[in-house]
């Protein structure tokens, strides 16, 4: 089969590989239909995330039908249509039964790795890094999921591919970051990004009845698509955005601020340059201007609420500033499964059509121009999306 | 001075190589810093300066965040052989006193303390989650042999008995006198708010020569990490009913092998 392969920093490659077989007695093959490139992709391929290999298959934004089912995954049969959530998550351990799939104590094959990094392992995600797994990723024609009894997720035939691909991650990636943000009636949420995460953040926000949501983003196209969602926008490259998040708050701040940016921020003050220097000279492992302006921003008692990735060991945190404004800090990788009968209902419902995010359909053969035009934030690019049949 | 200096020395974890290219780097920062004296000349100084600090000292907080020493002949390895506990233990006893290796390892388990027992006290089925068992047989009640993977195909193989068992709550046992290994070892069971809670101890005590050698290896060069993945593979099949695993799933990589699914 095809798949997109990783083989360096900026990097990948779409080859030729052995197609997937059941593995485990919990395994499933699923045929892909659609499959997506994700903003945390691209930290990968510009190697900000460690433990990956030349000719690891990537994606974990996928959807498909159900091919091949392994004896202890009965509930799935040939020919259904699922999305699979990008944690694997067994189902069974302790937190899995909390509903915290992303931390899912038995999924990672590499759980060693991840322990030297993190003290404890996360969840295996779908090519995501040895560390986190080492599993083989979505973007490809087909793909092994493991625990299919508990991941796959059948979607109804009336909804189309785009409705329903992104419950796989970016989708609930936001929500989560929203519910995080414990918001109350007229809440105002600032959202540091305006990334598919962010879109969905700010759309989510609303949903749990926020009064104002204010997105923050350079990109012109992405502020746009902001606002669409309700979002008053500023620019992040302006050095005054604090100021005018102040202002615009009569001098509180928000209420809860979320980094939808991540690990690989761009900003306008010297923190930026700092940070890229320590980044290039192998001193520090991520950029994060954005995670201290919302820190900074933050009204005292709120919530800073973080779906943006970050990798290893962050430089000049003000935690003196989330200390001293009491500020409640949540984040993680999404507990997908626990939010996908909510948000489908959603979708069914017409309160959210969350194709409205992509920007680019196209075939796996273009992903490695696709990868750089997402990267690059040329044409437009917001969201790819790429047919494997 | 002399005291700080004696603390430095502990802590180098960079090699001499990499301290002399660090303070390089830094002082050439530093200097072209000084050159611009604007603001981005700032940010570039702190990071010169924390570049000539890693050089200076030696140490660098993210190699000892992610366990990287590479500082040779100083003696500092943070991540070393068993530790020799200091609360007494039945199979230390057996072992007369604190001879050898001697690991603890717990994990807990979302299982029921009986199922775990149970499954444990068939011996026959310990290699299915420890990788370096190649088999064990019940020979008479209380007696089992164990055959053991050893390296260059090399088995190793000994009888050990039974030597403390309360059902649901503890199995000990101990190798017989004579064996190629002198080893002991206790499993405890105990519920905990979080399930079921497994402790292993080990102890053993490998002979000289080329055997112990091949003993010493087939624990591992750190036989706590060793007995610890064992447990997890128990833990996860016995949550999971399987041992997750990318072996045999596809990649893109035509002949360098994989990071491997499991560490043995």
């Known amino acids: ?389 | 001075m002399a005291v700080a200096a004696m603390n430095y020395e502990g802590r180098v974890n960079v090699g001499r190589v990499e301290r002399w290219l660090s303070m390089v780097a830094g002082g050439a920062l530093a200097a072209y810093a000084l050159k611009r004296r604007d603001k981005p000349g700032g940010a570039v100084a702190l990071a010169g300066a924390a570049l000539l600090y890693r050089g200076a000292t030696g140490h660098c907080d993210l190699y000892q965040q992610l366990g990287i020493n590479r500082a040779h002949g100083n003696g500092a390895r943070e991540f070393g052989t068993g530790v020799i506990a200091d609360r007494g233990s039945d199979t230390r006893e057996q072992l007369g006193g604190g001879r050898g290796i001697h690991v603890e390892e717990s994990v807990t388990i979302n299982r029921p303390l009986s199922e775990l027992y149970r499954f444990w006290r068939n011996f026959e089925n310990l290699p299915t989650f420890m990788n370096h068992l190649e088999s064990v047989s019940t020979r008479e009640e209380g007696i089992s042999h164990w055959v053991a993977k050893g390296p260059a195909r090399m088995s190793v193989e000994w009888d050990a008995r039974i030597i403390n068992e309360v059902e649901n709550k503890v199995i000990g046992w101990q190798s017989l006198d004579g064996s190629t290994i002198s080893t002991a070892g206790s499993v405890n069971f105990g519920e905990d708010a979080h399930g079921t809670r497994v402790t292993v101890h080990l102890q053993y005590n490998p002979p000289g020569g080329k055997l112990g050698a091949a003993i010493a290896k087939l624990f591992g060069e750190e036989p706590n990490q060793t007995i610890r993945e064992d447990l997890r593979r128990f833990k996860q099949l016995m949550e999971a009913g399987e041992i997750p695993t990318t072996q045999g799933q596809p990649s893109g990589r035509k002949r360098r092998p994989s990071y491997t699914g499991t560490k043995a």
């Open chain 1, 1 to 389: 089969m095809k798949a997109v392969c990783w083989e360096g920093r900026g990097d990948v490659r779409v080859e030729t590989v052995p197609d997937p077989t059941l593995l485990n007695p919990r395994d499933a093959i699923v045929r892909i239909t659609s499959t997506a490139i994700c903003g945390s992709d691209l930290h990968l391929y510009d190697g900000f995330i460690p433990t990956m290999q030349e000719g690891d298959i990537l994606g974990h934004e996928f959807m498909g039908i159900v091919e091949d089912v392994g004896r202890g995954a009965a509930n799935l049969k040939k020919g259904d249509r699922v999305i699979v959530p990008f944690p694997i998550a067994c189902g069974h351990c302790f937190f899995c039964m909390h509903d915290l799939y992303s931390c899912c104590d038995n999924s990672n094959p590499n759980a060693w790795m991840a322990e030297k990094f993190y003290g404890y392992t996360a969840a295996g995600l779908f090519g995501y890094s040895h560390m986190l797994g080492g599993y083989a990723g979505g973007q490809a024609e087909y793909a092994r999921v493991p625990f299919a009894d508990v991941g796959p997720f059948k979607v109804p035939d009336h909804l189309t591919d785009e409705q329903v691909l992104f419950l796989t991650d970016i989708y609930p990636t936001g929500f989560m970051a929203a519910e995080n943000c414990n918001i109350q009636p007229r809440d105002t949420v600032a959202v540091w990004g305006c990334g598919p995460v962010g879109q969905f953040a700010i759309r989510s926000a609303y949903l749990l009845g926020a009064g104002r949501v204010i997105a923050i983003d350079t990109v012109p196209e992405r502020l746009k698509m902001a606002n669409e969602g309700g979002a008053e926008t500023l620019d992040s490259m302006d050095p005054d955005v604090f100021y005018k998040l102040r202002n615009m708050t009569g001098g509180l701040g928000p209420d809860a601020c979320i980094d939808a940016v991540g690990m690989e921020a761009h900003g306008p003050h010297l923190d930026y340059v700092y940070d890229k220097v320590k980044t290039m000279t192998f001193m520090a492992t991520d950029r994060i201007s954005a995670l201290r302006q919302a820190i900074h921003a933050c009204r005292k008692g709120g919530t800073v609420s973080v779906p943006g990735v970050y990798g290893g060991l962050l430089d000049k945190v003000p935690f003196g500033a989330a200390m001293n404004k009491g500020l409640t800090i949540k984040t993680g990788q999404t507990h997908v499964h626990k939010y996908l009968p909510r948000l489908l209902r959603y979708i069914e419902t017409g309160e959210i059509d969350p194709s409205f995010v992509v920007t680019h359909r196209v075939s796996l053969d273009e992903a490695p121009d696709m990868y750089r035009t997402f990267r690059d934030k040329k044409d437009g690019c917001v969201k790819v999306v790429m047919k494997p049949h």
